[in-house]
């Protein structure tokens, strides 16, 4: 297990909190829309066609 850092002041160890949190909640963010869209993509069947025989079918295809 890694050990403090005694070189990093209570300030930067603050910063950084707040940056992972923050980036946190933006790929949470991201995430849903991402999850909304491939919805949306999915009802209007968006993924239909040569040999693809679902959404998650063609989310799947390299």
């Known amino acids: 297990m890694n050990q403090p ?3 990093k002041t ?3 160890v603050e ?3 707040a940056s992972i949190t923050e980036l946190a909640g933006h790929m949470a ?3 849903y829309r991402l999850l909304v869209l491939i919805r949306e ?3 209007a069947g968006g993924w ?3 040999g693809v025989l679902s959404c998650a079918h063609w989310w799947g295809k390299p």
Do not use: I, M
């Open 5 to 7: 850092d005694p070189t």
């Open 10 to 12: 209570a300030s930067t």
């Open 15 to 17: 910063q950084l909190e």
């Open 29 to 31: 963010a991201a995430n």
């Open 41 to 43: 993509f999915d009802e």
């Open 48 to 50: 239909s066609g040569a």
